[in-house]
């Protein structure tokens, strides 16, 4: 399951890519917002990362203007690794050596083609494992 979310910056792009999760018969949860009314990031991000760090969900997507405000917000979580991701080669490395599991994309920065690119290649981009399951365990308070 992917829980999704928005501010009201983010919202005419989070229903894209709602689109393309329902195309690809994905699982998805919409945590909000529900329209381009002003709404404050930090409440959706909170949730989502909320869902993905409590297991009720696998991982997230996040969406505002810039990402940095959902990014800040959703790194809080214990046990969430969002990555703010411009291309698809940022998307593939969250993947392969962080073990992204919360996407974020700025959406007054990103076009919807390249966003739905990243997207694409961010679900399909697997963790690689190796020395750097050692990284992300010292992110998560473990022993190397």
């Given at each position: 399951?992917?829980?999704?979310?928005?501010?009201?910056?983010?919202?005419?792009?989070?229903?894209?890519?709602?689109?393309?999760?329902?195309?690809?018969?994905?699982?998805?949860?919409?945590?909000?917002?529900?329209?381009?009314?002003?709404?404050?990031?930090?409440?959706?991000?909170?949730?989502?990362?909320?869902?993905?760090?409590?297991?009720?969900?696998?991982?997230?997507?996040?969406?505002?203007?810039?990402?940095?405000?959902?990014?800040?917000?959703?790194?809080?979580?214990?046990?969430?690794?969002?990555?703010?991701?411009?291309?698809?080669?940022?998307?593939?490395?969250?993947?392969?050596?962080?073990?992204?599991?919360?996407?974020?994309?700025?959406?007054?920065?990103?076009?919807?083609?390249?966003?739905?690119?990243?997207?694409?290649?961010?679900?399909?981009?697997?963790?690689?494992?190796?020395r750097h399951l050692r990284?992300?365990?010292?992110?998560?308070?473990?022993?190397?």
């Open positions: 399951m992917i829980a999704i979310g928005s501010d009201h910056a983010g919202f005419s792009l989070k229903e894209r890519i709602k689109q393309a999760l329902k195309e690809q018969a994905l699982d998805f949860v919409d945590l909000g917002c529900p329209d381009e009314q002003p709404s404050d990031y930090p409440d959706v991000g909170k949730e989502v990362a909320r869902g993905v760090s409590e297991g009720r969900c696998d991982r997230g997507v996040l969406i505002c203007g810039s990402g940095i405000g959902m990014s800040i917000v959703a790194n809080r979580q214990r046990g969430v690794r969002a990555a703010l991701c411009h291309d698809e080669e940022t998307a593939r490395m969250s993947r392969l050596h962080n073990d992204a599991n919360i996407l974020v994309i700025g959406s007054r920065l990103t076009s919807p083609d390249l966003a739905l690119r990243i997207l694409r290649v961010w679900l399909a981009t697997g963790f690689e494992g190796g990284r992300i365990n010292k992110i998560d308070g473990g022993q190397a």
